[in-house]
């Protein structure tokens, strides 16, 4: 009995690991390296930035044509996600506030998201 849950394992987890191997080779990947995440526990993802015209666009991983974002939050330690689970992520930060102008001269809006929201996606916005 125990063989058969191991080896039940052993497929699942072969085919696991050959879904992520197709993923990453297919997938345009955008790679985001955040120095401050494991000492703040937020990685700051860019949402838009102030043009020199002083208009405000969309910048970041709202923009981005990749479908995985490579987050470095410590040095070789990266989550990696599709991107539009970290607009996702970005929008409900945002909701709650968890917002600031950082960067080249404060000019890009970022969304400081809990790197604890990448494995545990809170349903609804908590109060900060």
Same mark, same amino acid.
């Given at each position: 009995?125990? $063989?058969?849950?191991?080896?039940?394992?052993?497929?699942?987890?072969?085919?696991?690991?050959?879904?992520?191997?197709?993923?990453?080779?297919?997938?345009?990947?955008?790679?985001? =390296?955040?120095?401050? !995440?494991?000492?703040?526990?937020?990685?700051?993802?860019?949402?838009?930035?102030?043009?020199?015209?002083?208009?405000?666009?969309?910048?970041?991983?709202?923009?981005?044509?990749?479908?995985? $974002?490579?987050?470095? /939050?410590?040095?070789?330690?990266?989550?990696?996600?599709?991107?539009? $689970?970290? =607009?996702?992520? !970005?929008?409900?930060?945002?909701?709650?506030? =968890?917002?600031?102008?950082?960067?080249?001269?404060?000019?890009?809006?970022?969304?400081?998201?809990?790197?604890?929201? /990448?494995?545990?996606?809170?349903?609804?916005?908590?109060?900060?």
């Amino acid at each position: 009995m125990p $063989y058969e849950t191991f080896d039940m394992d052993l497929r699942e987890g072969k085919a696991r690991e050959d879904a992520f191997v197709h993923v990453m080779l297919r997938s345009k990947v955008e790679h985001k =390296r955040d120095k401050k !995440a494991a000492r703040t526990g937020n990685v700051a993802i860019e949402i838009a930035q102030t043009l020199r015209n002083g208009d405000t666009v969309e910048s970041g991983v709202m923009v981005t044509t990749a479908g995985v $974002y490579a987050i470095e /939050f410590f040095p070789e330690c990266w989550l990696v996600v599709p991107v539009e $689970y970290v =607009r996702r992520l !970005a929008r409900m930060a945002v909701q709650q506030d =968890r917002k600031a102008w950082i960067g080249d001269g404060n000019n890009h809006l970022n969304a400081l998201v809990p790197i604890e929201w /990448f494995v545990r996606l809170p349903l609804e916005p908590r109060a900060a």
